[in-house]
């Protein structure tokens, strides 16, 4: 069974850092893609950043330049990085693994506030 457990969500200032972690547990092949997607209140839950088993990315435009997702195939975790954060980017961050079979972590709070 297939797991997804992210952490390093939280609260912090406009243009401060923070750094999200996922680890996935279970039979995973590397040939997948992990990712991150985000969900505020009434709208939809939209890309943030993808990254293959390969290492090919792909980011949304507002966090190009800001944002670094990664990834270390030998214990299937995915990261992002998280600079200059705006007010724009709070919501719920949800890890994402597409091997056929699509699977959701559970979700870790992100607020930038002042």
């Known amino acids: 069974q297939v797991q997804l457990v992210e952490s390093g969500g939280g609260s912090v200032q406009p243009g401060g850092s923070l750094r999200l972690f996922c680890v996935a547990s279970?039979?995973?092949?590397?040939?997948?893609?992990m990712g991150w997607f985000r969900q505020v209140p009434g709208k939809q839950r939209e890309l943030v950043a993808m990254?293959?088993?390969?290492?090919?990315?792909n980011y949304r435009d507002s966090v190009k330049g800001r944002f670094t997702i990664s990834r270390d195939n030998a214990v299937n975790t995915v990261y992002l990085q998280m600079n200059s954060l705006k007010a724009e980017d709070t919501g719920v961050y949800y890890c994402?693994?597409?091997?056929?079979?699509?699977?959701w972590g559970q979700g870790t709070q992100v607020t930038v506030s002042s």
């Open positions: 994402h693994l597409n091997m056929g079979t699509i699977y």
């Open positions: 279970g039979n995973i092949p590397s040939s997948n893609l």
């Open positions: 990254i293959g088993g390969g290492g090919s990315t």
